[in-house]
């Protein structure tokens, strides 16, 4: 039977429920906005919360009959060409963690890029998973990593035959894409399922002149933020599923373990929404989206000392397999100062909000959502920054090591690191060291140092010069990073292979 797209069950059941006034002696305790303090009513607007009700015993009855959500995941299922479909909503740092769950358990190895997000290797502590990782290509003039090639993922997977599975993450938040047909391919030749972290990627099924998305590349899993570049809420996510590797009951009991009992119908909502959005009107949409992103792209690289990274820079040999144009990620080299001080001035003078900013670029996503009006705010603040940029005071210089010196020995599980007897250090005396703590310059949410990894003097030299000169670090125990926490000396434990 033909989907219909036209429909959209959870905000259907949400104006349903709106028009008929219900009484609800359930929670939320607001109670439709009638409890909720005058000044956050004033702020938020009522809609916030008269929308705001329970999944179960309130858009749906207390037995899911009318089911509401799982109508309105067969039809994102649909949309994108899966099988199954889940929505969440505690954000892909959940899905990606049910994901890895349903694929590798305690003690059993995974394969994965070691540019992984903060959130997978949050899901290696939690779960036990030893992982098995992989290079990603490193750019070396441009000190930046592409997803790792499938010639190097079956270099991992010959090493590990014991694997359950890869995961690979495309697009990468700067836009580079990994070669996912060909490690789809290889992963199946050994009948191993690939998970692929598409967070960035919500728009790619909806227009051919993007990069391939998961689901048509042959993945078995795929993770996908619809919050980052499509319409959805924050915390907006999906995953899809396709093929007979992984059950979805099983990856349903693995949502379900980590996924919370209150899920937000406006979040639902938003994801119903979205997939109705696309489904009707994708290609046209991300056509326009995709003619706005050239002409930005043009438009920048006629600034003095600005140069928009683009496919020639990104793909190649050693490099990404592909590129999505939307990201428009600046080169400011040119301009003397660092993407963290150009992000902080535009904020400060322009109102304008970067999306990423490291030692020599900042990163400004187009979507959708933009239009001659908002791309043109940008460029003009953008040529102002350009004009304020030689005022500016020097940064401190962000130490930044080659390739080959960024890459940290995995001495220890992650969970064991992250569990077992720590200590905190200062950062001089650090080196050699294993750490038990995550420091991850954000965004991206790379991390730099993983929990079990051995310590070097470049890369605390790289995170403490970083730090200095504006990089952002959420995670560490200690902020100011004069301290690292590491694991005590004492007997061995369970070590990587």
Not at 161 to 189: E, N
Request: charged share 25%.
């Amino acid at each position: 039977m033909t989907a219909d797209h036209a429909r959209a069950p959870v905000l259907e059941a949400l104006d349903d429920y709106r028009r008929r006034e219900r009484l609800s002696f359930t929670p939320p305790g607001h109670k439709q906005a009638r409890g909720a303090d005058p000044a956050v009513r004033a702020v938020l607007g009522d809609a916030v919360f008269l929308s705001d009700v329970l999944a179960s015993g309130g858009l749906d009855d207390r037995l899911h009959q009318g089911r509401v959500l799982e109508r309105a995941e067969e039809l994102m299922a649909d949309a994108v060409h899966a099988e199954h479909t889940f929505f969440t909503t505690c954000g892909s740092s959940l899905s990606v963690k049910a994901a890895m769950l349903a694929v590798a358990g305690p003690h059993e190895k995974l394969v994965l890029g070691r540019d992984v997000h903060k959130s997978v290797a949050s899901g290696l502590i939690l779960s036990g998973i030893e992982p098995a990782w992989v290079e990603p290509q490193w750019d070396g003039a441009r000190h930046l990593a592409h997803p790792p090639s499938a010639e190097e993922f079956e270099r991992a997977l010959d090493r590990h035959p014991d694997a359950k599975g890869a995961l690979v993450t495309s697009p990468t938040p700067y836009g580079s894409c990994a070669g996912l047909k060909a490690i789809a391919r290889l992963c199946h030749r050994r009948s191993l399922p690939l998970i692929v972290d598409e967070a960035w990627g919500a728009h790619l099924p909806f227009h051919d002149d993007l990069p391939s998305w998961a689901m048509d590349a042959g993945a078995d899993i795929c993770v996908t933020s619809i919050h980052k570049m499509g319409s959805g809420l924050e915390q907006g996510s999906v995953f899809h599923l396709q093929g007979d590797l992984v059950p979805p009951e099983l990856l349903r009991l693995r949502a379900d373990l980590l996924g919370t009992t209150s899920p937000s119908v406006l979040i639902f909502a938003g994801l119903d929404g979205w997939r109705r959005q696309m489904a009707l009107r994708g290609k046209e949409i991300m056509g326009a989206a995709l003619e706005l992103v050239a002409e930005v792209r043009d438009a920048v690289e006629q600034i003095d000392g600005m140069h928009v990274n683009d496919r020639d820079d990104f793909c190649g040999a050693g490099l990404a397999a592909d590129f999505d144009p939307l990201p428009v990620v600046i080169d400011i080299d040119g301009l003397g100062i660092t993407g963290y001080q150009a992000a902080d001035w535009l904020r400060a003078h322009r109102g304008v909000d970067a999306h990423l900013a490291d030692h020599r670029r900042i990163g400004m996503q187009i979507t959708h959502g933009d239009d001659a009006e908002t791309t043109g705010e940008l460029l003009a603040a953008l040529k102002d920054l350009a004009q304020a940029a030689p005022l500016t005071p020097p940064a401190p210089r962000v130490d930044v090591p080659a390739p080959a010196e960024l890459r940290l020995e995995q001495a220890m599980t992650p969970r064991d690191a992250f569990f077992g007897p720590t200590e905190d250090v200062p950062v001089d005396a650090a080196a050699g060291r294993v750490v038990a703590e995550m420091i991850t310059p954000y965004p991206p949410g790379i991390p730099a140092a993983l929990p079990g990894e051995r310590l070097t003097e470049p890369v605390l030299r790289y995170l403490v010069t970083g730090l200095a000169a504006g990089m952002n670090l959420p995670d560490p125990s200690d902020p100011a990073l004069d301290t690292v926490r590491v694991v005590k000396p004492g007997p061995d434990v369970k070590r990587v292979t």
